[in-house]
């Protein structure tokens, strides 16, 4: 019975080497998808794809930079709770960056519009920050 709950946990090394590993493995899918998919004959799966591979790859990248950067800082929390910021925000900034690509082809990619998009993703932000605050 015990062998099975240990099971269930991930310790902070082996996180850092399963989400380096899917990392890894969305980049080389996306440059794949990059050199041998035409997007012309693919379609709409094409694309799906390449904006699939490149979020896979860009959520796990700034992930474990944002896990790397606050352990480097320094500071008196646990682990689990700079993962859990760093993902958030590494899944945040990659939804800014991929809704700024889709922007770019259909001609909305504005500074009204990105600024607008920022606005929002900071809002959520926000939201989170202030429900973890301790009330008085």
């Known amino acids: 019975m015990r062998r099975t709950i240990e099971c269930l946990f991930m310790t902070f090394r082996d996180y850092v080497a399963v989400m380096s590993l899917a990392t890894i493995s969305a980049w080389i899918a996306w440059i794949v998808v990059i050199f041998l998919i035409d997007p012309y004959s693919a379609g709409a799966v094409g694309f799906l794809f390449f904006y699939l591979t490149l979020g896979l790859s860009l959520i796990g990248s700034l992930s474990l930079i944002g896990v790397g950067v606050r352990i480097w ?9 700079y993962v859990a910021v760093s993902f958030r925000q590494a899944l945040l900034l990659t939804m800014v ?8 082809p259909v001609g909305l990619f504005k ?7 920022i606005l929002a993703v900071s809002c959520v932000e926000l939201s989170f920050l202030l429900s973890k605050r301790p009330r008085v």
């Open 111 to 117: 500074l009204w519009s990105v600024s607008l998009l």
């Open 97 to 104: 960056m991929i809704v700024s690509l889709l922007l770019l």
């Open 73 to 81: 800082r320094g500071g008196n929390s646990l682990l689990s709770r």
